[in-house]
């Protein structure tokens, strides 16, 4: 699995305090979020700033913004703790990281720190290779100056790393955990956490020592990408790798499927591969749409079945460019967490101030609790009707009811209807003006891409993805490349009865139909390799039209332009003169 996390530039980890209940019933996973309605921000004024947080975080590479850069809207929210908005994000260092981690059935031959190498074409500190069971821990891969390793005790305890939460999970899960650092290219854009493989058969039946799933869920909220890895050979999903994706509720979005491995079979097995996994996915990941899965062998070793080389290319291409856009797009996300937090920050506040008007004032408190907690989805309904909220918007309800059971209701605080009416005002009008500051900050800086590595083979040269290719085919050569098919399409050519050397447009569409090919198609075609424009094809016209047709039905795109390797040689100076 991997998974991936942009930067986040908080402070210090919000503390507990006086006015949250002692349960910490917060479904939104900060224990601050029950008192961001109800109650006083003086308690927090000595930590960062919301303004501070959004100069930190979305705009790292500038440093802290000028004091009145910040959209005016925003003023309801200051004073407030940048947990409180962002429900606990943590720092990823000061440039946008990809953070990979992997969950998924160790393969039999080598461990998946392999495919960490491989984007990395480096080994990292702390990087074993081998027959299984080889990785048992998280490891932070990040960008350093100098090779080494931090453990995870000492990690989280850094205040310039993201983990300081992590030390909730434990020693147990911390002897488990580290942070590898090195100078490498690749890891100046994106970081990737290495998680171990998932235990299957009776290994299931051992205790890990610390909550797996919840650590999973941790650093899925904080990520970008989630990719759940899978080996052609290997596809079943043990029961821990099952509660283990369940954790990942709420980030459907972020998880990609990698079918790892395909060159190990054929291509009638590799269908029946990609069908049973697509089944053994439907029945964990209750979504209606389809995971999309990227087929490949992501490793370093030759391929085993060639016959499917070309779609592992093109699989490969897609996933790396998936990768690539993702420090470009982390400052949008980061918004639109902050629009989702918010929006939970809400009804949270609407569910306790509920709880705590309907509590007794002296007796049969622990009764009246009780029946609020068995009607908690009958008071999400009355709620969704009042205050005109969707469904979609409420925590789950029996994590909510188990979380409650914990809590004095009593210790709850009010509505504060003039926060309500704030953070309203900040999503109704003032989000706009923060994404008009993100897109002239896109505008004004270079595009940002994840370069180095195994990304840097699949950009230029002989080896890019579709060098040589369809309509690339011929770009290097002098000779037109129309001109080794051209006798045998002059014979078709002949048949059509020319006129002065030149055959008309109904002439030439009865021939091109029988490609089978749509009208939309045929006449971007046309469009093409009429390079005069008179309406008609001569016989290097004609010659060229039946070549875009035969690079269409191999498979390839046409292009939006003709390219000049393919412009017929007697049409080459007056059409480079027109254009």
């Not at 409420?394 to 188990?402: D, I, T």
Request: proline share 7%.
């Amino acid at each position: 699995m991997v998974e991936q996390v942009s930067t986040c530039s908080l402070g210090r980890t919000p503390r507990r305090s006086r006015w949250v209940p002692k349960g910490g019933c917060d479904p939104v996973g900060s224990p601050c979020w029950s008192r961001f309605l109800a109650g006083p921000a003086d308690l927090w004024r000595e930590e960062l700033t919301l303004e501070q947080v959004f100069w930190q975080d979305l705009r790292p590479h500038r440093g802290p913004a000028p004091e009145q850069s910040v959209p005016e809207g925003l003023q309801p929210m200051k004073g407030t703790h940048a947990g409180e908005v962002y429900g606990g994000l943590s720092p990823m260092g000061r440039t946008p990281r990809w953070s990979r981690g992997r969950v998924r059935s160790p393969p039999p031959e080598e461990e998946g720190a392999a495919e960490t190498r491989y984007l990395l074409e480096q080994d990292f500190p702390g990087m074993r290779i081998g027959p299984e069971p080889t990785t048992d821990s998280f490891i932070a891969v990040m960008y350093g100056d100098s090779e080494g390793n931090i453990p995870g005790n000492a990690l989280v305890v850094d205040p310039k790393k993201p983990f300081r939460k992590l030390s909730r999970f434990g020693n147990a899960f911390l002897n488990r955990f580290m942070c590898s650092q090195l100078p490498n290219q690749v890891l100046k854009s994106i970081s990737i956490i290495d998680s171990p493989g998932i235990l299957s058969g009776e290994k299931q039946r051992i205790s890990r020592g610390y909550d797996f799933c919840q650590v999973l869920q941790w650093f899925a909220e904080r990520v970008d990408r989630i990719i759940l890895l899978f080996d052609a050979h290997k596809l079943d999903i043990s029961d821990e790798f099952s509660e283990a994706i369940k954790s990942f509720r709420g980030q459907d979005d972020k998880i990609r499927v990698v079918l790892n491995k395909a060159d190990q079979v054929d291509t009638q097995q590799l269908m029946r591969v990609y069908g049973a996994l697509m089944w053994s996915l439907g029945k964990v990941i209750n979504t209606p749409e389809v995971l999309r899965v990227y087929i490949g062998s992501f490793w370093a070793h030759p391929l085993r079945n060639t016959e499917n080389r070309r779609l592992f290319e093109a699989e490969a291409q897609d996933l790396f460019k998936d990768i690539q856009s993702l420090p470009q797009k982390a400052a949008v996300r980061k918004l639109n967490d902050l629009i989702k937090r918010a929006r939970l920050a809400k009804v949270h506040a609407y569910i306790i101030s509920y709880l705590k008007k309907e509590m007794p004032s002296v007796f049969g408190k622990e009764n009246k609790k009780k029946e609020l907690i068995s009607r908690l989805p009958e008071i999400y309904t009355q709620l969704q009707r009042e205050y005109h909220i969707s469904a979609g918007d409420f925590p789950e309800v029996k994590k909510m009811q188990e979380l409650l059971e914990t809590c004095d209701f009593t210790k709850f605080h009010s509505l504060k209807p003039k926060l309500i009416e704030a953070v309203d005002n900040m999503l109704a009008n003032k989000i706009a003006s923060l994404m008009s500051l993100i897109r002239q900050e896109e505008i004004n800086m270079p595009t940002e891409v994840v370069q180095g590595g195994a990304f840097d083979g699949t950009m230029a040269g002989p080896f890019g993805h579709g060098y040589g290719e369809g309509a690339k085919e011929g770009a290097d050569e002098d000779e037109w490349v129309v001109a080794k098919d051209k006798p045998a399409y002059d014979e078709i050519f002949y048949t059509l009865s020319p006129i002065n050397g030149k055959i008309s447009g109904i002439s030439a569409k009865k021939e091109m139909v029988t490609s089978k090919l749509p009208n939309s198609v045929l006449g971007k075609i046309w469009k093409l390799s009429d390079c005069d424009g008179d309406g008609m094809l001569d016989d290097e016209e004609f010659a060229l039209a039946k070549h875009l047709i035969k690079i269409k039905l191999d498979g390839y795109e046409l292009p939006g332009t003709l390219p000049s390797h393919l412009v017929p040689p007697s049409h080459r100076k007056p059409f480079q003169t027109a254009e």
